[in-house]
Each structure stands twice: as structure tokens, then as C-alpha cells.
């Protein structure tokens, strides 16, 4: 393959021509497919983020919600004195 004889010291310069028409040509090919991933990687990452948000607002919601029934009423509390 033309990529890998660029990286080697003894090719000579047609080869090493070769090897970077290639890899142009990956980039140029590749470019739109580089976008589409990395768009997808940062909906991925806002998604999660969100997801996120929601769970620890209902865990904290929940947490809210349990510790006032937990905490008697002071109106159930009787004194004697």
C-alpha cells in the first residue's frame, strides 16, 4: 500500500507521491463521515447529560419527598411534662 511505503526512510519520491495522493484522497473522502461522528458524539454527550439532569432531579425529588415523611409531624409529638 502506497500509505505505508511514506513512512518507510528508504522509499523514493514517486512512492512517497503516491502515499500522499492517498492519504489526501482519504481525507477528502473520509471528511464527511468525520463530521457526521463527531455531531453524533456531541448529541450523544448532550443526551447524556440530560439524562443525567433528570435522574438526579427525581433522586433528589424522591429524597426530598421521603425525608418529609420520615421527619414526624410536630403534631403527632406528645410531650408529658
Do not use: W
Not at 2 to 23: F, R, S, V
Not at 31 to 43: G, N, Q
Not at 50 to 56: K, Q
Amino acid at each position: 500500500m502506497h500509505i505505508i511505503a511514506a513512512g518507510k526512510e528508504n522509499c523514493n519520491d514517486e512512492q512517497k507521491a503516491k502515499a500522499l495522493a492517498d492519504i489526501n484522497y482519504f481525507r477528502k473522502e473520509m471528511a464527511p463521515f468525520l463530521e457526521r461522528t463527531v455531531i453524533i458524539k456531541e448529541e450523544l454527550k448532550s443526551n447524556a447529560e440530560f439524562g443525567l439532569s433528570i435522574f438526579f432531579g427525581l433522586f433528589f425529588s424522591a429524597a426530598t419527598v421521603l425525608l418529609f415523611l420520615i421527619i414526624p409531624d410536630s403534631s403527632s409529638v406528645t410531650t408529658s411534662c
